[in-house]
Nanobody, 119 residues
């Protein structure tokens, strides 16, 4: 089993940057693909970015390509989401998740961290 804890959210002005972290427990972190998702009020939870087990492959939603970067450090059991050029529409609760495949179902989820971008 994997437990995930996100951090790094907060309030930032449009055009600013934030880096989210997701710390995972357990010794099998490197066995999981990791993803970041977000959910704004009244909306469904959407895929933002994903990364393969080794970190060699990354995937992004069109809305964040060129602005967000996902990375991982398997030695630290941590996955990151660097968010630049933030827009008010990026405001949401951000969740990290672990699964066997980036494009598959995610089995484990964190509790989420709030990101608010002011205009």
């Amino acid at each position: 089993q994997v437990q995930l804890v996100e951090s790094g959210g907060g309030l930032v002005q449009a055009g600013g940057s934030l880096r989210l972290l997701c710390a995972a427990s357990g010794r099998t972190f490197s066995s999981y693909a990791m993803g970041w998702f977000r959910q704004a009020p009244g909306n469904e939870r959407d895929f933002v970015a994903g990364i393969s087990q080794s970190g060699g492959r990354t995937y992004y939603a069109d809305s964040v390509k060129g602005r967000f970067t996902i990375s991982r450090d398997n030695a630290k059991n941590t996955v990151y989401l660097q968010m630049n050029s933030l827009k008010p529409e990026d405001t949401a609760v951000y969740y990290c998740a672990a699964g066997l495949r980036v494009a598959g179902l995610y089995d484990y989820w964190g509790q989420g961290t709030q990101v608010t971008v002011s205009s």
